[in-house]
């Protein structure tokens, strides 16, 4: 006796464009930056818990997941510097923000900052410090477009010393920026599945693995 299941069309096609179009798309495209690049401007501790050496941004439906490498930890900054990362988000109006200290790729509408403590400006923003690792979690509620997409937003990551006093314009407190990543340029977020679709996901498998066992025992 031969089982015959056959399983709807839908269901296949939805699995075959979750392997297609989403794995291999569930780890970010990390972006490098040299160790030491200080900004000529910046009048702050040239210490590693201000230089950003790799970063990298994930968008999986609901949320913007954020993260930065620095060259030295976060509690390693010398005393009376104040460590703050800067994370910029460009909605689609971004203008341009630091032309003045020769920057002026570095294109945002929307800022949150994230402390030595692990405090973010906003309470529906969460953000963590783990030794020279800074992460930032943007829900999408938090940034509504203002032209892109939500898949075609970009980002930079930049430390501050807030320590410094302002230099005199056209500079003022910007010479407490130390580092760009990326260097005068923002990236693009990498689309990585919902938790919900790699659930979904693995149901199918397992009841692909189901359906394959039956047809086995019902042949035998």
């Known amino acids: 006796m ?92 971004g203008p341009n923000n630091f032309a003045n200290i020769g920057n002026p790729n570095v294109r945002f509408n929307n800022v949150f900052t994230l402390n030595a403590a692990g405090v973010t400006n906003n309470a529906n923003v969460k953000g963590r410090i783990e030794g020279d690792m800074v992460f930032l979690d943007v829900p999408l509620s938090a940034v509504p477009s203002t032209g892109f997409a939500p898949q075609n937003y970009l980002w930079n990551l930049w430390p501050r010393d807030t320590s410094p006093a302002p230099d005199p314009a056209p500079i003022g407190n910007a010479n407490a920026i130390a580092d760009f990543a990326p260097d005068n340029a923002v990236a693009a977020f990498t689309t990585i599945p919902e938790p919900s679709t790699l659930v979904l996901f693995a149901g199918m498998l397992g009841a692909l693995g189901v359906v394959r066992r039956w047809r086995k025992s019902a042949a035998a």
């Open 2 to 93: 031969t089982g015959r299941c056959h399983l709807p069309a839908g269901v296949i096609a939805l699995a075959l464009a979750v392997v297609l179009g989403e794995c291999g798309l569930a780890k970010a495209d990390i972006i490098s930056d040299p160790v030491g690049d200080f900004l000529p401007t910046f009048k702050g501790a040239r210490d590693g818990a201000f230089d950003v050496i790799s970063a990298g941004g994930t968008f999986d439906g609901s949320f913007f997941h954020l993260f930065g490498k620095l060259a030295g930890p976060v509690s390693g900054a010398p005393p009376g510097s104040i460590p703050l990362y800067v994370w910029g988000i460009n909605t689609g109006t």
